[in-house]
């Protein structure tokens, strides 16, 4: 039934992943350790948390040198900056008759910025920090 007055504010579909607490990676999860999936899974899943784990020295190190400067802008500023980087792939991946074999220590580091850009743009929705502060 209706009543009158303000509305319910509806939460997002995200809003479960944006409150639920994150803990962070100290070290390589050793294979055994990821359950029951065949080899070629737990190869993979080890190569992740790998990904994950450089991603995250990246992200350290800038963070403090630039001292949380992605909080000016907020999760916009780091949308911008996933796009951004995102166009930098066309040149140096999909335009190359080498699917950017020749180009690959760059398109990893392009690849490890897209990665904290999406967990930072998260960071700053978890924070509400839409426009930057």
Same mark, same amino acid.
């Given at each position: $039934? ?16 944006? /409150? ?20 070629? $899974? ?21 963070? $403090? ?5 992605? /909080?000016?802008?907020? /999760? ?8 951004? $980087? ?48």
């Amino acid at each position: $039934m209706f009543t009158p007055g303000k509305p319910k504010e509806q939460p997002t579909s995200a809003e479960p992943y944006l /409150s639920a607490p994150v803990e962070p990676p100290t070290k390589e999860v050793p294979p055994e350790s990821l359950g029951p999936y065949p080899p070629w $899974m737990q190869e993979r899943l080890s190569q992740f948390d790998k990904i994950c784990l450089s991603s995250r020295k990246v992200f350290e190190e800038r963070n $403090m040198a630039y001292e949380d400067a992605i /909080s000016a802008t907020g /999760s916009i500023g780091a949308c911008v900056e996933i796009v951004s $980087m995102a166009a930098r792939l066309k040149p140096l991946a999909i335009r190359t008759g080498d699917g950017g074999k020749a180009n690959a220590q760059k398109l990893v580091e392009i690849l490890k910025d897209i990665h904290n850009y999406t967990n930072i743009a998260i960071m700053m929705l978890q924070d509400k920090n839409y426009l930057g502060k």
